[in-house]
């Protein structure tokens, strides 16, 4: 077959397939930019649904944060370095907001961005601090908070999930909670897999099966929790119909990764950005950009052949090491795509704390590359790379996304200011 190469030309081209990488492109659509984006598999897939902006302190007792905006104007004292430091509030609160309705328009809805962040339960059965929660699982919220009487529904065969270990270690902060262990609709045998579980509750007919089944040990429950299987691309729709057969509201918890909630985030920008008019080049990797011409050139290839997207702008959301966008080796962490420099500890020998659940963390998970206050990364001397190069999401240096619960908000928020500044070069007033 002879293959052809493809060229596109735009605006905007983001790179990365991640939280923060399908942010930069939900904001450049919001503001009219003509954009492509490619990548690999991002790691949003492994994401739980919720949306953290600043969950814990971060510091040396990581207490975990009521206020996640009065945390980040104690980051911007304590750690003015942090990404979520550099963005101002009101730029923050119309990211969350804007993310959260396009979620919301393509069928997804999640919860407004609110002052304080709500409780929120993990795989687990331990509780934790977020933002805003996606409608299929706000309901779990209530009945926490509630302390109401409700039964956490979990079924044979599926692994990852086990509601008498959520039961077993919520039960002292509440009491009402139960758990009961059925069978999957149709599934009596053998290992399932909630994604699985997922497309088949989009039947109406298994939704009707599976709530006479969760009625029979509902008892007098005033909520019933449950994995998260609500269906992959109209959750809201499943659990409004769930509910109205069992009789009382139900929620999702999210299982171990890759989840339920991620795929369907990540299916759902797969399918939507293209009607927009974004050019997707998914499950690929940007393998050389050069920027010696008038507009950059980035170069991939698929089984069809090479693609060649030229851009005015680019934007770097590769994330870190699950979706390979930093490298760990014997002599050091590298960034492979730009040969960027990466911050990080002089030595090996001190990317880890002697012990693993040391209150200070480890300093690996604070290495990323260093950019200037529009986001524009910088090279060894501290010069920007390129004026048209822009950086967003977990790749930058100086946080710890997992101790501080802050996944989400660095990717939303540094997105947010990525385009922005992106659309300064684009309409030419930078």
């Not at 304080?116 to 339960?121: D, F, R, Y």
């Not at 302390?147 to 039960?171: E, M, P, T, W, Y």
């Not at 149709?186 to 497309?199: L, Q, S, T």
Request: aromatic fraction near 6%; hydrophobic fraction near 40%; glycine fraction near 10%.
């Amino acid at each position: 077959m002879t293959q052809e190469k493809r060229e596109f030309t735009t605006d905007l081209a983001v790179i990365g397939s991640g939280l923060a990488g399908m942010a930069a492109s939900i904001f450049a659509l919001k503001r009219g930019i003509s954009t492509a984006q490619a990548g690999n598999t991002g790691a949003i897939a492994y994401t739980t649904g919720y949306l953290d902006l600043l969950g814990a302190s971060g510091g040396s007792s990581s207490a975990l944060l009521s206020d996640p905006w009065s945390g980040i104007k104690q980051l911007q004292k304590e750690q003015p370095s942090h990404p979520l430091a550099r963005v101002p509030e009101a730029d923050i609160r119309q990211a969350f907001v804007e993310f959260t309705s396009f979620l919301g328009e393509c069928g997804i809805m999640y919860g407004a961005p609110t002052d304080h962040n709500v409780s929120v339960m993990t795989p687990a059965g331990t509780v934790k601090p977020t933002l805003s929660v996606p409608a299929t699982m706000q309901a779990g919220v209530d009945a926490y908070a509630q302390r109401a009487k409700c039964v956490i529904v979990d079924f044979k065969g599926l692994r990852g999930f086990s509601g008498h270990q959520v039961v077993a270690n919520l039960k002292k902060a509440w009491p009402a909670v139960s758990a009961e262990r059925i069978t999957f609709p149709e599934m009596e045998h053998g290992e399932i897999y909630p994604e699985v579980m997922a497309r088949a509750l989009e039947v109406p007919a298994t939704r009707e099966k599976l709530a006479e089944a969760i009625r029979q040990i509902r008892g007098d429950a005033e909520f019933i929790g449950m994995p998260a299987i609500m269906g992959m691309h109209n959750p809201d729709v499943v659990m409004q119909d769930l509910t109205r057969l069992i009789g009382c509201p139900v929620f999702e918890i999210p299982t171990m990764p890759p989840s339920v909630p991620g795929i369907r985030l990540r299916e759902m920008f797969e399918q939507v950005f293209p009607q927009k008019g974004l050019t997707l080049v998914p499950q690929q990797k940007v393998k050389k950009i050069d920027f010696s011409g008038e507009r950059v050139e980035l170069s991939l290839s698929d089984n069809y052949g090479p693609i060649i997207i030229h851009a005015k702008t680019v934007i770097l959301a590769t994330g870190r090491f699950l979706s390979g966008g930093l490298e760990a080796e014997m002599d050091g962490i590298s960034e492979p795509l730009l040969d960027l420099p990466v911050t990080q500890p002089e030595s090996r020998d001190d990317w880890y704390s002697t012990q693993y659940m040391d209150k200070k963390g480890h300093e690996i998970h604070k290495c990323g590359i260093e950019v200037d206050d529009a986001f524009r990364p910088l090279n060894s001397e501290g010069n920007v790379v390129d004026p048209r190069l822009f950086a967003a999401g977990v790749i930058l240096a100086h946080q710890d996304w997992i101790r501080g619960r802050c996944g989400a908000g660095v990717a939303i928020a540094t997105a947010f200011k990525a385009v922005e500044e992106a659309q300064q070069v684009i309409d030419g007033n930078k």
